[in-house]
T-cell receptor, first 114, second 111 residues
Framework: DTEVTQTPKHLVMGMTNKKSLKCEQH?????MYWYKQKAKKPPELMFV???????INESVPSRFSPECPNSSLLNLHLHALQPEDSALYLC?????????????FGPGTRLLVL | TQLLEQSPQFLSIQEGENLTVYCNSS?????LQWYRQEPGEGPVLLVT?????EVKKLKRLTFQFGDARKDSSLHITAAQPGDTGLYLC???????????FGTGTRLKVLA
């Protein structure tokens, strides 16, 4: 099974709302990722968790707050977002270091900020 | 800095035609992945190539990894409308958790 699941599929929120995106994998992968993708562009890395600890933060604004409750779950908490944050948010996982194996993606959450 | 350049950036062809997409770099990669992505959906893994010179086939899709592991190609035979999408190559950076993505190729196959 190479499945990464994400909820919700779609999300519309106002600039004052607080919402969370959820991601889950049961492949035993120890690295989990959040990406942001704008239309017709490649995914842009936001955060990487390895062994449940934050390893990489690509200078993402603090209105995005990641959380890794356990080795299978990854959350992205959203607060006071801007309209330019509207995008497809992708979760991914891999076995460990990038060179150790392939990265698998979830179906994404389409976020619209009004 | 490792970069992956894809060409062409956009391709519109008729059903039944053949096409090749290229993914090139000046850096050596331990492996390269190819993904296909439809609008609003996550990238779906097509293949991982690991060995220089490796050729892998997935139905009408043929993937090749360059001998020097700096480039890869994707060849589609007799393209169908269902092949329409964004094709991305990606490769791992050495010793980190980061993957480098290619610039993407948008393919449209017309019926």
């Amino acid at each position: 099974d190479t499945e990464v699941t994400q909820t919700p599929k779609h999300l519309v929120m106002g600039m004052t709302n607080k919402k969370s995106l959820k991601c889950e994998q049961h492949m035993g992968h120890r690295a989990m990722y959040w990406y942001k993708q704008k239309a017709k562009k490649p995914p842009e890395l936001m955060f990487v968790y390895s062994y449940e600890k934050l390893s990489i933060n690509e200078s993402v604004p603090s209105r995005f707050s990641p959380e890794c409750p356990n080795s299978s779950l990854l959350n992205l908490h959203l607060h006071a977002l801007q309209p330019e944050d509207s995008a497809l948010y992708l979760c991914a996982s891999s076995q460990g270091l990038a060179g150790a194996g392939t990265q698998y993606f979830g179906p994404g959450t389409r976020l619209l900020v009004l | 800095t490792q970069l992956l350049e894809q060409s062409p950036q956009f391709l519109s062809i008729q059903e039944g035609e053949n096409l090749t997409v290229y993914c090139n770099s000046s850096s050596v990669f331990s492996s390269l992945q190819w993904y296909r992505q439809e609008p609003g959906e996550g990238p779906v893994l097509l293949v991982t190539v690991v060995t220089g010179g490796e050729v892998k086939k997935l139905k009408r899709l043929t993937f090749q990894f360059g001998d020097a592991r700096k480039d890869s190609s994707l060849h589609i035979t007799a393209a169908q409308p269902g092949d329409t999408g964004l094709y991305l190559c990606a490769g791992p950076t050495s010793g980190t958790y980061k993957y480098i993505f290619g610039t993407g190729t948008r393919l449209k196959v017309l019926a």
